[in-house]
Protein backbone atom coordinates (compact mmCIF):
# COMPACT_ATOMS: atom_id res chain seq x y z
CA UNK A 1 0.00 0.00 0.00
CA UNK A 2 1.31 3.42 -0.55
CA UNK A 3 2.72 5.01 2.38
CA UNK A 4 0.56 8.04 2.30
CA UNK A 5 -2.73 6.44 2.05
CA UNK A 6 -1.66 4.36 4.79
CA UNK A 7 -0.93 7.23 7.08
CA UNK A 8 -4.10 9.12 5.98
CA UNK A 9 -6.63 5.77 6.67
CA UNK A 10 -4.94 5.48 10.01
CA UNK A 11 -5.21 8.79 11.12
CA UNK A 12 -8.73 9.51 9.77
CA UNK A 13 -9.48 6.58 11.15
CA UNK A 14 -8.11 7.27 14.72
CA UNK A 15 -10.25 10.47 14.37
CA UNK A 16 -13.38 9.04 13.67
CA UNK A 17 -12.92 6.50 16.83
CA UNK A 18 -11.89 9.16 19.25
CA UNK A 19 -14.23 8.65 21.83
CA UNK A 20 -16.01 11.52 23.72
CA UNK A 21 -14.85 11.66 26.74
CA UNK A 22 -16.18 11.92 30.21
CA UNK A 23 -13.94 14.05 31.55
CA UNK A 24 -12.11 16.92 29.46
CA UNK A 25 -8.47 15.86 28.04
CA UNK A 26 -6.16 19.24 29.23
CA UNK A 27 -2.33 19.25 28.59
CA UNK A 28 0.72 21.70 28.35
CA UNK A 29 2.36 22.33 24.69
CA UNK A 30 5.96 22.66 24.35
CA UNK A 31 7.21 23.66 21.42
CA UNK A 32 11.05 22.75 20.51
CA UNK A 33 13.05 23.23 16.55
CA UNK A 34 14.88 20.49 15.40
CA UNK A 35 18.65 21.37 16.79
CA UNK A 36 16.85 21.57 20.04
CA UNK A 37 15.63 18.44 19.79
CA UNK A 38 19.37 17.08 18.70
CA UNK A 39 18.43 16.65 14.69
CA UNK A 40 19.11 18.59 11.61
CA UNK A 41 17.39 21.49 10.85
CA UNK A 42 15.46 20.38 7.69
CA UNK A 43 13.88 23.78 5.44
CA UNK A 44 16.32 26.65 5.96
CA UNK A 45 19.49 25.92 4.78
CA UNK A 46 23.74 27.48 5.42
CA UNK A 47 26.47 27.13 2.76
CA UNK A 48 29.72 25.36 4.37
CA UNK A 49 31.65 26.41 1.77
CA UNK A 50 31.43 30.19 -0.55
CA UNK A 51 31.52 30.06 -4.16
CA UNK A 52 30.08 26.38 -4.74
CA UNK A 53 26.66 26.97 -5.26
CA UNK A 54 25.65 24.38 -2.47
CA UNK A 55 24.36 24.57 0.74
CA UNK A 56 23.71 22.15 3.59
CA UNK A 57 21.27 21.38 6.26
CA UNK A 58 22.41 22.70 9.96
CA UNK A 59 23.52 19.95 12.35
CA UNK A 60 23.79 20.00 15.67
CA UNK A 61 27.52 19.90 15.65
CA UNK A 62 27.73 22.99 12.97
CA UNK A 63 24.97 25.27 14.23
CA UNK A 64 26.69 28.92 13.62
CA UNK A 65 24.26 31.34 14.85
CA UNK A 66 25.90 33.69 12.42
CA UNK A 67 25.52 31.97 9.32
CA UNK A 68 23.28 33.07 6.75
CA UNK A 69 20.50 31.31 6.03
CA UNK A 70 19.37 29.95 2.22
CA UNK A 71 16.47 28.55 0.38
CA UNK A 72 17.04 25.83 -1.51
CA UNK A 73 16.31 26.16 -5.34
CA UNK A 74 14.52 22.61 -5.32
CA UNK A 75 12.24 21.17 -2.93
CA UNK A 76 13.87 18.85 0.01
CA UNK A 77 12.11 15.96 1.45
CA UNK A 78 11.92 15.65 5.03
CA UNK A 79 14.63 13.29 6.20
CA UNK A 80 15.48 14.11 10.09
CA UNK A 81 16.21 10.80 11.62
CA UNK A 82 19.14 10.35 9.38
CA UNK A 83 21.88 12.71 10.68
CA UNK A 84 24.12 12.24 7.33
CA UNK A 85 21.08 13.13 4.73
CA UNK A 86 22.42 17.11 5.73
CA UNK A 87 23.11 18.13 2.03
CA UNK A 88 24.91 19.07 -0.42
CA UNK A 89 21.29 20.76 -2.32
CA UNK A 90 22.00 23.24 -5.45
CA UNK A 91 21.82 27.01 -3.24
CA UNK A 92 18.52 28.96 -3.93
CA UNK A 93 17.99 32.22 -2.84
CA UNK A 94 19.50 34.04 0.37
CA UNK A 95 16.60 34.71 3.21
CA UNK A 96 17.09 38.04 5.33
CA UNK A 97 17.83 36.27 9.07
CA UNK A 98 21.02 34.27 10.57
CA UNK A 99 20.48 31.10 11.71
CA UNK A 100 20.56 32.07 15.29
CA UNK A 101 17.62 34.34 14.87
CA UNK A 102 15.82 31.32 13.65
CA UNK A 103 16.53 29.18 16.12
CA UNK A 104 15.29 32.25 18.50
CA UNK A 105 11.32 30.86 17.70
CA UNK A 106 9.70 29.50 20.88
CA UNK A 107 6.08 28.51 21.36
CA UNK A 108 4.20 27.17 24.31
CA UNK A 109 0.36 27.01 25.49
CA UNK A 110 -2.30 24.40 25.72
CA UNK A 111 -4.90 21.95 24.74
CA UNK A 112 -7.77 20.89 25.53
CA UNK A 113 -10.47 18.13 24.61
CA UNK A 114 -14.19 18.25 26.09
CA UNK A 115 -17.14 17.19 24.52
CA UNK A 116 -15.41 15.92 21.29
CA UNK A 117 -14.26 19.18 20.25
CA UNK A 118 -10.69 21.02 20.62
CA UNK A 119 -9.27 23.77 21.59
CA UNK A 120 -5.42 24.73 21.28
CA UNK A 121 -3.78 28.02 22.29
CA UNK A 122 -0.30 28.66 21.74
CA UNK A 123 1.74 32.14 22.18
CA UNK A 124 4.59 32.50 19.74
CA UNK A 125 7.38 34.60 20.17
CA UNK A 126 10.85 35.67 17.77
CA UNK A 127 8.90 34.36 14.90
CA UNK A 128 9.88 36.02 11.65
CA UNK A 129 8.58 39.89 11.92
CA UNK A 130 5.26 39.97 9.44
CA UNK A 131 5.65 36.20 8.77
CA UNK A 132 2.94 34.16 7.45
CA UNK A 133 2.66 30.77 9.39
CA UNK A 134 0.40 27.48 9.14
CA UNK A 135 0.24 25.11 11.94
CA UNK A 136 -0.33 21.31 11.08
CA UNK A 137 -1.33 18.10 12.76
CA UNK A 138 1.40 15.35 11.70
CA UNK A 139 1.64 11.61 11.83
CA UNK A 140 4.21 9.14 11.25
CA UNK A 141 5.43 5.94 11.91
CA UNK A 142 5.73 5.32 16.11
CA UNK A 143 9.38 4.11 15.23
CA UNK A 144 11.03 5.93 12.28
CA UNK A 145 11.48 3.91 9.03
CA UNK A 146 14.55 4.23 7.73
CA UNK A 147 14.50 5.27 4.94
CA UNK A 148 11.97 7.91 6.58
CA UNK A 149 9.24 7.66 4.36
CA UNK A 150 7.67 11.20 5.90
CA UNK A 151 4.85 12.32 7.95
CA UNK A 152 0.72 12.73 7.17
CA UNK A 153 0.01 16.37 7.39
CA UNK A 154 -3.47 18.15 8.34
CA UNK A 155 -4.26 21.40 8.49
CA UNK A 156 -5.31 22.85 12.30
CA UNK A 157 -9.30 22.76 12.44
CA UNK A 158 -10.98 23.14 9.37
CA UNK A 159 -9.55 20.95 6.82
CA UNK A 160 -9.54 23.46 4.25
CA UNK A 161 -6.82 25.13 5.69
CA UNK A 162 -8.74 27.88 6.79
CA UNK A 163 -8.05 27.99 10.68
CA UNK A 164 -4.25 27.54 10.55
CA UNK A 165 -3.00 30.32 8.93
CA UNK A 166 -1.79 33.22 11.30
CA UNK A 167 0.81 36.07 10.89
CA UNK A 168 3.47 37.52 13.49
CA UNK A 169 3.30 41.41 14.33
CA UNK A 170 6.18 43.51 13.25
CA UNK A 171 8.19 41.87 16.53
CA UNK A 172 8.08 38.23 15.51
CA UNK A 173 5.33 37.58 18.29
CA UNK A 174 1.76 35.46 17.36
CA UNK A 175 -1.07 33.96 19.69
CA UNK A 176 -2.47 30.90 18.09
CA UNK A 177 -5.90 29.81 19.31
CA UNK A 178 -8.67 28.25 17.57
CA UNK A 179 -11.11 25.78 18.43
CA UNK A 180 -12.22 23.24 16.53
CA UNK A 181 -15.19 20.83 15.82
CA UNK A 182 -12.82 17.57 16.45
CA UNK A 183 -10.42 16.62 18.85
CA UNK A 184 -6.70 15.95 18.13
CA UNK A 185 -5.50 12.52 17.63
CA UNK A 186 -2.80 11.62 19.78
CA UNK A 187 0.01 9.80 20.07
CA UNK A 188 -0.79 6.29 20.07
CA UNK A 189 0.95 2.46 19.37
CA UNK A 190 1.03 2.63 15.59
CA UNK A 191 1.52 6.50 15.38
CA UNK A 192 3.56 9.50 16.78
CA UNK A 193 1.12 12.57 16.46
CA UNK A 194 2.85 16.17 16.55
CA UNK A 195 2.08 19.38 15.78
CA UNK A 196 4.19 21.68 13.08
CA UNK A 197 4.57 25.20 13.21
CA UNK A 198 5.40 26.25 9.20
CA UNK A 199 6.58 29.46 7.95
CA UNK A 200 5.84 30.40 4.14
CA UNK A 201 8.71 32.43 3.22
CA UNK A 202 6.49 33.31 -0.10
CA UNK A 203 3.87 34.69 2.54
CA UNK A 204 1.36 32.10 0.47
CA UNK A 205 -0.85 29.52 1.63
CA UNK A 206 -1.34 26.11 0.17
CA UNK A 207 -4.91 24.93 1.71
CA UNK A 208 -4.70 21.53 2.56
CA UNK A 209 -1.17 21.14 1.45
CA UNK A 210 2.06 22.52 3.71
CA UNK A 211 3.80 23.81 0.18
CA UNK A 212 7.09 22.84 -0.85
CA UNK A 213 9.93 22.04 2.17
CA UNK A 214 13.31 24.28 1.37
CA UNK A 215 11.21 27.05 -1.01
CA UNK A 216 8.34 28.17 0.11
CA UNK A 217 7.31 26.20 3.36
CA UNK A 218 9.52 25.78 6.49
CA UNK A 219 9.32 23.97 9.58
CA UNK A 220 10.67 26.31 12.11
CA UNK A 221 9.45 24.38 15.83
CA UNK A 222 7.05 21.38 16.25
CA UNK A 223 5.76 19.35 19.33
CA UNK A 224 5.15 15.71 19.91
CA UNK A 225 1.64 15.21 21.39
CA UNK A 226 1.46 12.49 24.42
CA UNK A 227 -0.57 9.56 24.01
CA UNK A 228 -3.30 9.76 27.04
Known amino acids: MNTR ?4 SVAAAAILATPVAAEPIQFDVEFV ?6 LPEQDVYIERWTETGTVFRP ?4 ANEDAQLFLAAEPVAHNPFDATDVG ?3 RGEPLDMTLGEWLSAEGAGSYVCENGAGHLQVEFSDLVPNGVYTLWHFFMSS ?9 YDLPIGALDGSQSIFTADADGNAVFDQAF ?5 LSGEQLAAGLAL ?3 SDSQ ?7 DFGQNAHIQLFAILPAM
Open 5 to 8: IFFA
Open 143 to 151: TPTQPFIGT
Open 205 to 211: TYGVLPG
Open 88 to 90: PFE
Open 198 to 200: NWH
Open 59 to 62: SPDD
Open 33 to 38: DHIEAG
Open 181 to 185: ENCLQ
